[in-house]
């Protein structure tokens, strides 16, 4: 993963083209949740080693934000897909 | 056994044969008042100073690995109080102050090189930014001082006055500023601990946190349970996993910072050297190699390594700072996990369970904190009350909207 | 378009006096040529693309997910702009990018290993076929590239970043002798 | 004389004889000699002296392993230091210079710290050196520091080019021996693309040193033929002289090419390194197998060797390290050494076999000491001889030349530098690299397999099952014949008992085995702990000769297995990498790239100082003859501003155009204030907030169309908010239909302010921009007289009458002259961005030095611009934490000095007056400042605690960094025109 990423739409590409937005499994909250969903949703980060969702943006390419599933130990890349989609996916 | 000249004259006439372990290779015991999790700078220097200062000294630290093998032992040594914001400068240089007196007070020489560091400013907004910082840092009586362009031609010949993308201005120095050997303060602060009983138990690594009824009564390790009063965490880099252990749920992220050694030279950089131009900074170690790191990878990982683009950027950063490296050849690179704040900031705290304390968030500035961080979170923990200069520090900052963002690049770790 | 006193090109200064002949390897620069961005409106995405399939008074480059660069050599901006308005109907927004973007046209035996030293995408004929195209970096520059030949690549970069693409190319040119011009 | 060239043989060309200097001292070697080699054929055996003890030493190897026989080559500007002699490929004019010694080579006062080595042992310096306290600086430091570092880097600017390049393959083969070879041979026939890399400047490995036949003729030869098939298919990339340093995620490898290191006379065109990034879909790793040193007493005079060295110097170049040759060997490969010296004419004075009993075949004539161990040697600055016990008695064997085998070890660095963990195999008495995936395979000697037959063999199966893997049919060749052999065997012998003198470990660190056993009885027998403590493996070597005597070492005195000590982390570099070749083109003005408005030559032509602004050059100011300073300039662009009118390049603000029906709700949703119902043909100023509350960034937004808006930012924030916003619809509201591209190149913008902008403006424009027409705040498509279309706003960040015109870029000059002719009537003038910041400042506008992320919109004056009635915003709801809304957060005001000659600047903070400097008693800071020619005076914003309840009061401007303290007196930010009347007019 530190080296390449295959964006879903441009193909293979370096790490460079690419910047790193964080966390893609935080869901931002309705305006009227509770503090403390939005301090969570700001904040807190579940920091896993292992897999995680984080969002790439192929900033030198198609600027589409990209959701990677990585693990942060291995560097292993498991997919990537349109970050648009993914969130369409999972109802956001 | 007290080093000395003396010490070092008398063992060496008897073959250097009597010379003892510096820490003890202590067996778990099966409870402990306070048992400390990471044997890096932080978790030892804590030990230490619970012991000394505040009289705690059935105190154990468990390490998973060697001690010494985290950001202790990888980082690039730059100590410096010249921090910005109100909530920074007064930690930052109480921390200064513990550093100028640790070799005496430990016996032990860390090698503190107080060779000024300086950070090279390029245009006229940054020079604002940095008068506002050195400003900041005389309210607390820090010495700071601006050197113009001219002068520092003079300090520093070398470096790219003519030629540079952006245009080398001027410089704040820190005279008071400098190094420290990383892996001497981390044996220093074990020796020292350990004189006073304190058990450093090292490939030990906490596996889970036991709690009753709400309460951490101890924990489970590779080496088994073991039993304590109070909990304190200083796991940097790996605090997200620990944490979890105990539901904590934090503000940080785990990040990648690389660092890189050149070949051995003769003395040629007698500053810490920080361009203003990007991230890139440098000095030379007392063993000849240059000593050089700038930014971090950007992505979350547990991963004790970088990847090559970024240590590309860094060489780029260097030779276009100082273009007389570019036939320097780099020896080594390396990195290490650190755990990165939201605000840029760290946290010293206690946590929403009264007996587990929270010492994290140090990102890649941590190791000059290590005196000061050790001594705050001693207090901490042998009080229950926050170190004056620490107020700033605390976890709820967030929530309460007062972070401590010196970047001012808000909640995005990999900004800061 | 034509470019005259009154519209300048970002390279003037760069290729400014008498143009030396092309090397084997040449790097030329476009001049007179329309551009538009066409960003496809929501669920109009293949429509659009087929749309700009069917014409071939213009070149197509994929930019994104429903975003293509429209290339004329012929139109004006304003006839490209209405060309396309008209085949796509509302089904897309149409933004005049001519003076946007810089054509490089980089041609010659040597075109790919001139291009590695700057490109990360594998350009060999098996991974990025001639009519190939995308947005990568360059260096340090965003840029669409495009393979319209065996050994033809167009690279289009903001105005703004003219100079510095230019200045790069040549460099990555150098072993190779690469010469320069302002395209016929 | 005892190191000599051999009268013939050798793969160096003699017809070409080359010369080349050391120390001064002139000498000649021929085409094909390394450094080393050359050196040697010259009898210069001593070549440098230690780090710790300046002991002198002498060439140890053949290879990058090197640890002794580090020089400076070249001068000046051109100085390599450090470089390993026996890598570097001699060329016609090569000079070379040994280091770390003073005044000389032969004499060194450095030396003199080896008679105090006792009291120099393992980390002395942690226990000493502490009093008093500020000696170490001046004192004990500089000492440590000139004692230590071996070359000297001369930090002049680099007169080389260095570049880089990509590189993709299915196969890539690390390593051009006799495994590399056949690999990639195979490989390549199936179709694959294949790169082969290999450090050495001739292709083929050992092969170059072997005197095995192969396919009956010499092993050379076949490693030519082989050469000369691969060069002829095109989808072959042969890479000699190329290091791959780093095995990276992804299967990427970093690798540097030496293209004109060696070369006499480099060409202008070409690098002198680049660096290749290849991205491999399989690699091999086929880097052989590296000799072990013996640790023994002595074992670093001058003149003991690697015995492969030994061997390789004489079949590869010709040159006999000594005349009379003593081996001191653990296994076979010590017999073969002593057989190729014989055959070559080089006297064998005995070989040591610190076993008892071995089949292997000493040349004729031959005295073989079995069961015998080296216990020191003899001789100053070369060895003059062995002193060899056995049973108890020791006896001197007189030589001028010692080769030590001690064993084998796969090179895997590359292998495990990703995390895995090398494995030790008691059947080779070695680590080896452990199943590191699919991507990269481990053949060859790398891999354990010490026959030639062997190394063949497995590289062409290796390859084979690649090939099928990647989908490719192999081809089914033959192999190519070679000899009998027996597979190299040895006993491991970590420690050579009874040293009499120091025996090393690390040469070049000058860490020896007490060395070990001290930082074991401190408690650093971890095997990590050992380096660190004693540094061991730490010198530009990287320990590829020593880590693992070390770790045999600690594993003895620990009594357990080296499986149990493990090694230490292998890391990049495989061997050290220049900065310059790293970078590679990216440097000095070239760091980063340059971006230049449409507008770049007319401000050139009107004289304009420009400044960098992130990636952008930017018109600072524009001097006029006679005008000394830059304030002059800058004074009378404001004043003419105030006065008349003035032109001023905005074209860097970044551009985004929306379309859509959503794109007023995605607009409303980005910005804090209300955008929903901006009427077309409005701009609105705006302002975005992070999630987090604080202020991001400012600009315009202008509704064009119902669906379709144009939004400005500002220079440095272009790049993020435009990310910002894709990351808003995409993975916030992707259900919003909402499409925006950037337009920022498309468009040369240029402000026109002042009172006479709409007379300058009308003259060229052909609709109708009286305020009636074109109202403030009005915004739309103009026609330009000559027909072309533009964009005209009227926005102000001026406090004075004024537009922005945009047209498209490559009409921006043409457009900016018009302005200029057309407005000489109204004594028009170019204005930049100094001029720009005062007249903001003057006004009391915030920018990017107000807005420091930290800033919440009330802070900054601005918190009626944030909507009470739009339920979401990013930002709203942390925007309400108490924090951010304390009564007692910094608040922009503006500050006037009570002495009007005093100026303020900004970084100062502020004090009240009497209160003692300290962080709590800190009242603010100045954001900015300047001198205000309109008013005739300084003028600062600053963020004063509750600062909008304190107009009038007087503070202290505290600036202790230049000893300035000034007593202002605080009022409102807005300085000129607070009724905005000349805005409006
Ligand atoms: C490349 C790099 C350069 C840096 N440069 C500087 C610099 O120049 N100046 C500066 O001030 N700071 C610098 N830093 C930051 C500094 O090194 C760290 O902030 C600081 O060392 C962190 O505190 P520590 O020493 O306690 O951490 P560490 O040494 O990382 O200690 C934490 C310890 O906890 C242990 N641990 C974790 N989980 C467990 C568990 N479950 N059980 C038992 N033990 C556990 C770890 O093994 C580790 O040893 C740098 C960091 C890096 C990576
Ligand atoms: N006599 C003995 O006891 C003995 C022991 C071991 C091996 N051998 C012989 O050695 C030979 C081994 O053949 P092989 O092909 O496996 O290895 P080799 O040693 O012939 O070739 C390895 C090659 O890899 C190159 N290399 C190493 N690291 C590199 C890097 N990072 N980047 C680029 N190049 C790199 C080296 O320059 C070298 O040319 C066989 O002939 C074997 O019989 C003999
Ligand atoms: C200040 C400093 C100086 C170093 N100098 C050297 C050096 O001279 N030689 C060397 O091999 N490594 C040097 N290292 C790197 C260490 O070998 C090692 O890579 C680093 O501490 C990280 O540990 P790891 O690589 O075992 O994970 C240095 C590290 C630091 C922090
Ligand atoms: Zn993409």
Same mark, same amino acid.
Request: aromatic letters at 8%; proline letters at 4%; a neutral charge.
């Given at each position: 993963?530190?080296?390449?990423?295959?964006?879903?739409?441009?193909?293979?590409?370096?790490?460079?083209?690419?910047?790193?937005?964080?966390?893609?499994?935080?869901?931002?909250?309705?305006?009227?949740?509770?503090?403390?969903?939005?301090?969570?949703?700001?904040?807190?980060?579940?920091?896993?080693?292992?897999?995680?969702?984080?969002?790439?943006?192929?900033?030198?390419?198609?600027?589409?934000?990209?959701?990677?599933?990585?693990?942060?130990?291995?560097?292993?890349?498991?997919?990537?897909?349109?970050?648009?989609?993914?969130?369409?996916?999972?109802?956001? | 056994?007290?080093?000395?000249?003396?010490?070092?004259?008398?063992?060496?006439?008897?073959?250097?044969?009597?010379?003892?372990? @510096?820490?003890?290779?202590?067996?778990?015991?099966?409870?402990?008042?306070?048992?400390?999790?990471?044997?890096?700078?932080?978790?030892?220097?804590?030990?230490?100073?619970?012991?000394?200062?505040?009289?705690?000294?059935?105190?154990?630290?468990?390490?998973?690995?060697?001690?010494?093998?985290?950001?202790?032992?990888?980082?690039?040594?730059?100590?410096? $109080?010249?921090?910005?914001?109100?909530?920074?400068?007064?930690?930052?240089?109480?921390?200064?102050?513990?550093?100028?007196?640790?070799?005496?007070?430990?016996?032990?020489?860390?090698?503190?090189? @107080?060779?000024?560091?300086?950070?090279?400013?390029?245009?006229?907004? @940054?020079?604002?930014?940095?008068?506002?910082?050195?400003?900041?840092?005389?309210?607390?009586?820090?010495?700071?001082?601006?050197?113009?362009?001219? @002068?520092?031609?003079?300090?520093?010949?070398?470096?790219?006055?003519?030629?540079?993308?952006?245009?080398?201005?001027?410089?704040?120095?820190?005279?008071?500023?400098?190094?420290?050997?990383?892996?001497?303060?981390?044996?220093?602060?074990?020796?020292?601990?350990?004189?006073?009983?304190?058990?450093?138990?090292?490939?030990?690594?906490?596996?889970?946190?036991?709690?009753?009824?709400?309460?951490?009564?101890?924990?489970?390790?590779?080496?088994?349970?073991?039993?304590?009063?109070?909990?304190?965490?200083?796991?940097?880099?790996?605090?997200?996993?620990?944490?979890?252990?105990?539901?904590?749920?934090?503000?940080?992220?785990?990040?990648?910072?690389?660092?890189?050694?050149?070949?051995?030279?003769?003395?040629?950089?007698?500053?810490?050297?920080?361009?203003?131009?990007?991230?890139?900074?440098?000095?030379?170690?007392?063993?000849?190699?240059?000593?050089?790191?700038?930014?971090?990878?950007?992505?979350? $990982?547990?991963?004790?390594?970088? *990847?090559?683009?970024?240590?590309?950027?860094?060489?780029?950063?260097?030779?276009?700072?100082?273009?007389?490296?570019?036939?320097?050849?780099?020896?080594?690179?390396?990195?290490?996990?650190?755990?990165?704040?939201?605000?840029?900031?760290?946290?010293?705290?206690?946590?929403?369970?009264?007996?587990?304390?929270? *010492?994290?968030?140090?990102?890649?500035?941590?190791?000059?904190?290590?005196?000061?961080?050790?001594?705050?979170?001693?207090?901490?923990?042998?009080?229950?009350?926050?170190?004056?200069?620490?107020?700033?520090?605390?976890?709820?900052?967030?929530?309460?909207?007062?972070?401590?963002?010196?970047?001012?690049?808000?909640?995005?770790?990999?900004?800061? | 378009?034509?470019?005259?006193?009154?519209?300048?090109?970002?390279?003037?200064?760069?290729?400014?006096?008498?143009?030396?002949?092309?090397?084997?390897?040449?790097?030329?620069?476009?001049?007179?040529?329309?551009?538009?961005?066409?960003?496809?409106?929501?669920?109009?995405?293949?429509?659009?693309?087929?749309?700009?399939?069917?014409?071939?008074? #213009?070149?197509?480059? #994929?930019?994104?997910?429903?975003?293509?660069?429209?290339?004329?050599?012929?139109?004006?901006?304003?006839?490209?702009?209405?060309?396309?308005?008209?085949?796509?109907?509302?089904?897309?927004?149409?933004?005049?990018?001519?003076?946007?973007?810089?054509? #490089?046209?980089?041609?010659?035996?040597?075109?790919?290993?001139?291009?590695?030293?700057?490109?990360?995408?594998?350009?060999?004929?098996?991974?990025?076929?001639?009519?190939?195209?995308?947005?990568?970096?360059?260096?340090?520059?965003?840029?669409?590239?495009?393979?319209?030949?065996?050994?033809?690549?167009?690279?289009?970069?903001?105005?703004? #970043?003219?100079?510095?693409?230019?200045?790069?190319?040549?460099?990555?040119?150098?072993?190779?002798?690469?010469?320069?011009?302002?395209?016929? | 004389?005892?190191?000599?060239?051999?009268?013939?043989?050798?793969?160096?060309?003699?017809?070409?004889?080359? !010369?080349?200097?050391?120390?001064?001292?002139?000498?000649?070697?021929?085409?094909?000699?390394?450094?080393?080699?050359?050196?040697?054929?010259?009898?210069?055996?001593?070549?440098?002296? +230690?780090?710790?003890?300046?002991?002198?030493?002498?060439?140890?190897?053949? +290879?990058?392993?090197?640890?002794?026989?580090?020089?400076?080559?070249?001068?000046?500007?051109?100085?390599?230091?450090?470089?390993?002699?026996?890598?570097?490929?001699?060329?016609?004019?090569?000079?070379?210079?040994?280091?770390?010694?003073?005044?000389?080579?032969?004499?060194?006062?450095?030396?003199?710290?080896?008679?105090?080595?006792?009291?120099?042992?393992?980390?002395? &310096?942690?226990?000493?050196?502490?009093?008093?306290?500020?000696?170490?600086?001046?004192?004990?430091?500089?000492?440590?520091?000139?004692?230590?570092?071996?070359?000297?880097?001369?930090?002049?600017?680099?007169?080389?080019? &260095?570049?880089? +390049?990509?590189?993709?393959?299915?196969?890539?083969?690390?390593?051009?021996?006799?495994?590399?070879?056949?690999?990639?041979?195979?490989?390549?026939?199936?179709?694959?693309?294949?790169?082969?890399?290999?450090?050495?400047?001739?292709?083929?490995?050992?092969?170059?040193?072997?005197?095995?036949?192969?396919?009956?003729?010499?092993? &050379?030869?076949?490693?030519?033929?082989?050469?000369?098939?691969?060069?002829?298919?095109?989808?072959?990339?042969? =890479?000699?002289?190329?290091?791959?340093?780093?095995?990276?995620?992804?299967?990427?490898?970093?690798?540097?090419?030496?293209?004109?290191?060696?070369?006499?006379?480099?060409?202008?065109?070409?690098?002198?390194?680049?660096?290749?990034?290849?991205?491999?879909?399989?690699?091999?790793?086929?880097?052989?197998?590296?000799?072990?040193?013996?640790?023994?007493?002595?074992?670093?005079?001058?003149?003991?060797?690697?015995? /492969?060295?030994?061997?390789?110097?004489?079949?590869?170049?010709?040159?006999?390290?000594?005349?009379?040759?003593?081996?001191?060997?653990?296994?076979?490969? /010590?017999?073969?050494?002593?057989?190729?010296?014989?055959?070559?004419?080089?006297?064998?004075?005995?070989?040591?076999?610190?076993?008892?009993?071995?089949?292997?075949?000493?040349?004729? /004539?031959?005295?073989?000491?079995?069961?015998?161990?080296?216990?020191?040697?003899?001789?100053?600055?070369?060895?003059?001889?062995?002193?060899?016990?056995?049973?108890?008695?020791?006896?001197?064997?007189?030589?001028?030349?010692?080769?030590?085998?001690?064993?084998?070890?796969?090179?895997?660095?590359?292998?495990?530098?990703?995390?895995?963990?090398?494995?030790?195999?008691?059947?080779?008495?070695?680590?080896?690299?452990?199943?590191? /995936?699919?991507?990269?395979? %481990?053949?060859?000697?790398?891999?354990?397999?010490?026959?030639?037959?062997?190394? %063949?063999?497995?590289?062409?199966?290796?390859?084979?099952?690649?090939?099928?893997?990647?989908?490719?049919?192999?081809?089914?060749?033959?192999?190519?014949?070679?000899?009998?052999?027996?597979?190299?065997?040895?006993?491991?012998?970590?420690?050579?008992?009874?040293?009499?003198?120091?025996?090393?470990?690390?040469?070049?660190?000058?860490?020896?085995?007490?060395?070990?056993?001290?930082?074991?009885?401190?408690?650093?027998?971890?095997?990590?702990?050992?380096?660190?403590?004693?540094?061991?493996?730490?010198?530009?070597?990287?320990?590829?000769?020593?880590?693992?005597?070390?770790?045999?070492?600690?594993?003895?005195?620990?009594?357990?297995?080296?499986?149990?000590?493990?090694?230490?982390?292998?890391?990049?570099?495989?061997?050290?990498? !220049?900065?310059?070749?790293?970078?590679?083109?990216?440097?000095?003005?070239?760091?980063?790239?340059?971006?230049?408005?449409?507008?770049?030559?007319?401000?050139?032509?009107?004289?304009?100082?420009?400044?960098?602004?992130?990636?952008?050059?930017?018109?600072?100011?524009?001097?006029?003859?006679?005008?000394?300073?830059?304030?002059?300039?800058?004074?009378?662009?404001?004043?003419?501003?105030?006065?008349?009118?003035?032109?001023?390049?905005?074209?860097?603000?970044?551009?985004?155009?929306?379309?859509?029906?959503?794109?007023?709700?995605? =607009?409303?949703?980005?910005?804090?204030?209300?955008?929903?119902?901006?009427?077309?043909?409005?701009?609105?100023?705006?302002?975005?907030?992070?999630?987090?509350?604080?202020?991001?960034?400012?600009?315009?937004?202008?509704?064009?169309?119902?669906?379709?808006?144009?939004?400005?930012?500002?220079?440095?924030?272009?790049?993020?908010?435009?990310?910002?916003?894709?990351?808003?619809?995409?993975?916030?509201?992707?259900?919003?239909?909402?499409?925006?591209? !950037?337009?920022?190149?498309?468009?040369?913008?240029?402000?026109?302010?002042?009172?006479?902008?709409?007379?300058?403006?009308?003259?060229?424009?052909?609709?109708?921009?009286?305020?009636?027409?074109?109202?403030?705040?009005?915004?739309?498509?103009?026609?330009?007289?000559?027909?072309?279309?533009?964009?005209?706003?009227?926005?102000?960040?001026?406090?004075?009458?004024?537009?922005?015109?945009?047209?498209?870029?490559?009409?921006?000059?043409?457009?900016?002259?018009?302005?200029?002719?057309?407005?000489?009537?109204?004594?028009?003038?170019?204005?930049?961005?100094?001029?720009?910041?005062?007249?903001?400042?003057?006004?009391?506008?915030?920018?990017?030095?107000?807005?420091?992320?930290?800033?919440?919109?009330?802070?900054?004056?601005?918190?009626?611009?944030? +909507?009470?009635?739009?339920?979401?915003?990013?930002?709203?709801? =942390?925007?309400?934490?108490?924090?951010?809304?304390?009564?007692?957060?910094?608040?922009?005001?503006?500050?006037?000095?009570?002495?009007?000659?005093?100026?303020?600047?900004?970084?100062?903070?502020?004090?009240?007056?009497?209160?003692?400097?300290?962080?709590?008693?800190?009242?603010?800071?100045?954001?900015?400042?300047?001198?205000?020619?309109?008013?005739?005076?300084?003028?600062?914003?600053?963020?004063?605690?509750?600062?909008?309840?304190?107009?009038?009061?007087?503070?202290?401007?505290?600036?202790?960094?230049?000893?300035?303290?000034? %007593?202002?007196?605080?009022?409102?930010?807005?300085?000129?025109?607070?009724?905005?009347?000349?805005?409006?007019?």
């Amino acid at each position: 993963m530190a080296s390449l990423i295959t964006c879903p739409h441009c193909g293979v590409r370096p790490k460079e083209e690419f910047t790193i937005r964080g966390d893609a499994s935080l869901v931002r909250p309705a305006p009227t949740a509770s503090d403390e969903a939005w301090h969570d949703y700001v904040y807190v980060r579940a920091n896993p080693r292992g897999r995680t969702l984080e969002h790439w943006q192929h900033v030198a390419g198609c600027r589409r934000f990209l959701v990677v599933e990585r693990d942060t130990f291995t560097h292993e890349v498991h997919s990537v897909t349109d970050g648009a989609a993914f969130a369409t996916e999972n109802g956001r | 056994m007290r080093y000395s000249a003396f010490s070092i004259v008398k063992n060496a006439l008897s073959g250097n044969l009597k010379w003892k372990p @510096q820490w003890r290779q202590a067996e778990p015991k099966s409870h402990y008042d306070v048992i400390i999790v990471g044997g890096g700078g932080h978790g030892l220097a804590t030990a230490y100073y619970l012991a000394k200062e505040f009289g705690i000294k059935n105190v154990a630290v468990l390490e998973k690995g060697y001690l010494g093998s985290g950001n202790v032992g990888r980082n690039t040594t730059i100590v410096r $109080s010249n921090y910005m914001l109100p909530g920074n400068e007064p930690f930052y240089e109480f921390s200064m102050k513990l550093w100028e007196g640790l070799e005496r007070e430990l016996n032990y020489n860390v090698m503190l090189s @107080q060779r000024g560091v300086i950070m090279l400013y390029h245009s006229d907004g @940054q020079r604002d930014a940095y008068i506002r910082r050195g400003n900041a840092m005389w309210m607390e009586g820090v010495a700071a001082e601006l050197i113009e362009r001219d @002068q520092l031609r003079k300090m520093i010949p070398f470096l790219n006055y003519d030629h540079a993308r952006y245009p080398i201005l001027g410089g704040l120095l820190q005279r008071r500023a400098g190094t420290a050997r990383h892996d001497a303060v981390a044996w220093g602060y074990a020796r020292g601990a350990d004189r006073y009983g304190v058990d450093i138990i090292e490939h030990c690594e906490v596996t889970a946190i036991r709690r009753e009824n709400g309460v951490v009564t101890g924990v489970e390790t590779t080496r088994g349970f073991i039993g304590c009063n109070k909990l304190a965490l200083a796991a940097a880099g790996n605090t997200s996993r620990v944490g979890e252990m105990a539901d904590l749920k934090l503000p940080i992220e785990s990040h990648v910072l690389q660092a890189f050694v050149t070949e051995a030279l003769k003395p040629c950089i007698d500053h810490v050297i920080v361009y203003g131009g990007g991230h890139f900074y440098i000095s030379q170690s007392d063993k000849g190699g240059l000593v050089f790191g700038a930014e971090i990878d950007g992505y979350t $990982s547990y991963a004790q390594r970088g *990847n090559l683009a970024t240590a590309e950027h860094v060489m780029e950063e260097g030779v276009t700072m100082i273009p007389g490296l570019s036939r320097v050849r780099v020896l080594r690179s390396w990195a290490g996990v650190m755990d990165m704040s939201m605000d840029g900031s760290p946290i010293i705290d206690r946590t929403p369970i009264d007996n587990l304390y929270l *010492n994290c968030g140090w990102c890649y500035g941590g190791f000059k904190a290590t005196p000061a961080s050790g001594y705050c979170f001693a207090h901490l923990i042998a009080k229950n009350d926050t170190h004056p200069v620490a107020r700033a520090l605390r976890l709820d900052r967030f929530a309460r909207g007062y972070a401590v963002d010196e970047a001012g690049a808000g909640p995005q770790p990999n900004l800061h | 378009m034509i470019r005259d006193h009154y519209n300048r090109h970002a390279l003037d200064e760069k290729l400014r006096g008498a143009p030396r002949p092309p090397g084997a390897n040449h790097l030329a620069i476009g001049h007179r040529q329309a551009m538009a961005m066409v960003l496809a409106t929501a669920g109009e995405e293949d429509a659009v693309e087929r749309l700009l399939s069917s014409v071939t008074e #213009f070149a197509v480059r #994929f930019s994104a997910p429903g975003e293509w660069l429209v290339i004329s050599e012929n139109d004006t901006p304003e006839g490209l702009q209405r060309c396309l308005d008209a085949l796509c109907s509302g089904r897309a927004h149409i933004l005049d990018q001519s003076e946007a973007r810089v054509l #490089f046209r980089l041609s010659g035996p040597s075109t790919r290993r001139i291009l590695a030293k700057g490109i990360g995408l594998d350009l060999h004929p098996i991974a990025f076929a001639a009519g190939a195209s995308a947005n990568a970096l360059c260096g340090h520059i965003a840029v669409n590239l495009v393979r319209t030949g065996e050994d033809v690549f167009e690279l289009l970069a903001p105005r703004s #970043f003219a100079e510095s693409l230019f200045d790069d190319l040549m460099t990555m040119g150098r072993e190779y002798d690469l010469t320069a011009a302002f395209a016929a | 004389m005892t190191a000599y060239r051999l009268t013939a043989g050798g793969l160096v060309d003699r017809s070409r004889s080359l !010369s080349f200097s050391f120390d001064g001292r002139p000498l000649r070697g021929f085409a094909g000699d390394t450094l080393a080699s050359a050196l040697l054929a010259n009898d210069q055996l001593l070549v440098g002296r +230690s780090f710790k003890y300046h002991r002198p030493r002498g060439i140890v190897s053949a +290879s990058a392993s090197e640890p002794n026989a580090l020089v400076t080559i070249g001068s000046g500007a051109r100085s390599d230091p450090n470089t390993k002699a026996t890598v570097a490929e001699l060329y016609a004019g090569l000079t070379a210079r040994s280091q770390n010694r003073w005044p000389s080579l032969g004499f060194d006062i450095g030396a003199m710290s080896d008679l105090f080595s006792p009291f120099l042992g393992a980390g002395f &310096y942690y226990k000493t050196f502490m009093w008093p306290a500020q000696f170490w600086e001046k004192l004990y430091e500089p000492l440590i520091r000139r004692a230590a570092g071996l070359g000297r880097a001369v930090l002049e600017r680099d007169p080389e080019i &260095y570049e880089k +390049s990509w590189a993709h393959c299915d196969l890539l083969v690390v390593g051009g021996g006799p495994t590399g070879l056949m690999a990639a041979l195979t490989a390549a026939r199936a179709g694959l693309r294949v790169i082969l890399a290999d450090e050495d400047f001739r292709l083929g490995g050992s092969l170059l040193s072997e005197t095995q036949a192969i396919n009956g003729a010499p092993a &050379y030869v076949f490693a030519d033929r082989v050469v000369a098939e691969l060069q002829a298919l095109p989808n072959v990339t042969l =890479l000699p002289r190329t290091t791959v340093f780093g095995w990276y995620d992804d299967n990427v490898f970093g690798a540097v090419e030496r293209v004109q290191k060696h070369a006499a006379e480099p060409l202008a065109k070409l690098p002198a390194e680049r660096v290749w990034r290849i991205v491999a879909r399989r690699a091999l790793l086929a880097t052989g197998a590296e000799e072990r040193p013996l640790v023994f007493g002595g074992n670093d005079r001058p003149g003991v060797m690697m015995a /492969g060295a030994l061997r390789t110097y004489a079949n590869r170049y010709g040159v006999a390290a000594g005349r009379s040759v003593a081996i001191f060997t653990n296994g076979s490969a /010590g017999y073969q050494a002593a057989r190729d010296l014989h055959a070559k004419g080089i006297a064998i004075a005995a070989i040591v076999d610190s076993r008892a009993a071995a089949e292997d075949a000493a040349p004729e /004539g031959t005295r073989v000491i079995r069961s015998a161990s080296v216990v020191d040697t003899r001789g100053r600055r070369r060895v003059s001889g062995l002193v060899v016990e056995r049973s108890g008695f020791e006896e001197l064997v007189a030589c001028d030349a010692v080769g030590m085998s001690g064993g084998w070890s796969p090179v895997i660095h590359l292998a495990c530098q990703r995390g895995a963990k090398p494995v030790w195999s008691d059947q080779l008495s070695a680590f080896v690299a452990p199943d590191v /995936g699919g991507g990269l395979r %481990i053949a060859g000697s790398a891999g354990g397999i010490y026959t030639l037959a062997g190394c %063949i063999s497995d590289g062409a199966a290796k390859a084979s099952a690649i090939t099928s893997d990647l989908g490719f049919k192999p081809a089914q060749d033959v192999l190519p014949q070679t000899g009998e052999e027996a597979d190299p065997s040895f006993t491991a012998l970590w420690y050579v008992p009874g040293a009499k003198a120091k025996a090393f470990v690390d040469f070049q660190n000058d860490v020896h085995a007490k060395d070990l056993g001290l930082a074991l009885r401190e408690g650093f027998g971890h095997v990590e702990h050992a380096k660190r403590y004693t540094t061991s493996g730490m010198a530009t070597d990287q320990g590829k000769l020593s880590n693992i005597n070390a770790v045999g070492i600690l594993a003895g005195m620990r009594g357990v297995s080296p499986a149990d000590v493990g090694v230490t982390t292998f890391r990049p570099f495989y061997t050290p990498v !220049s900065f310059g070749a790293l970078a590679g083109t990216a440097r000095d003005k070239h760091a980063q790239p340059v971006r230049k408005s449409p507008l770049h030559e007319w401000a050139r032509k009107h004289g304009a100082t420009f400044v960098e602004a992130g990636q952008w050059y930017r018109s600072a100011w524009f001097p006029r003859a006679g005008e000394k300073t830059w304030r002059e300039s800058v004074d009378r662009e404001v004043l003419n501003v105030r006065a008349n009118v003035g032109i001023c390049d905005v074209s860097t603000l970044g551009k985004i155009e929306l379309f859509g029906p959503d794109a007023a709700e995605f =607009l409303n949703r980005l910005y804090c204030n209300a955008l929903l119902k901006l009427p077309v043909g409005k701009a609105r100023y705006g302002l975005m907030l992070r999630e987090d509350g604080f202020v991001y960034d400012d600009g315009t937004a202008s509704r064009l169309a119902e669906e379709h808006f144009l939004v400005t930012t500002t220079t440095a924030m272009a790049g993020g908010v435009m990310s910002h916003m894709e990351y808003c619809s995409q993975v916030l509201w992707p259900e919003l239909k909402v499409r925006f591209c !950037s337009v920022s190149d498309q468009w040369a913008q240029i402000a026109i302010a002042g009172p006479k902008a709409r007379g300058v403006l009308q003259q060229l424009v052909e609709d109708d921009i009286s305020d009636a027409a074109f109202p403030f705040l009005a915004a739309g498509t103009v026609t330009l007289k000559g027909g072309l279309k533009a964009r005209l706003f009227r926005i102000s960040f001026s406090g004075e009458l004024a537009f922005e015109l945009a047209v498209p870029a490559g009409f921006g000059v043409a457009v900016a002259d018009q302005l200029m002719d057309v407005g000489r009537a109204f004594d028009i003038c170019a204005y930049g961005v100094e001029a720009l910041n005062v007249l903001r400042l003057e006004k009391g506008l915030p920018t990017h030095a107000e807005f420091d992320g930290r800033v919440t919109p009330d802070d900054a004056g601005l918190g009626r611009m944030v +909507s009470a009635h739009k339920t979401d915003f990013i930002g709203k709801h =942390l925007s309400s934490r108490y924090g951010l809304t304390a009564a007692d957060r910094m608040q922009l005001v503006g500050l006037k000095s009570v002495d009007r000659e005093k100026d303020i600047r900004a970084g100062a903070h502020l004090l009240r007056e009497g209160m003692k400097p300290s962080s709590l008693n800190d009242q603010g800071w100045v954001s900015s400042a300047c001198f205000s020619p309109v008013l005739g005076h300084h003028i600062a914003l600053a963020f004063l605690k509750s600062g909008r309840e304190r107009y009038g009061e007087r503070i202290v401007v505290w600036d202790k960094l230049r000893d300035q303290e000034v %007593i202002a007196e605080v009022c409102d930010p807005v300085f000129v025109d607070p009724e905005n009347a000349r805005m409006k007019a």
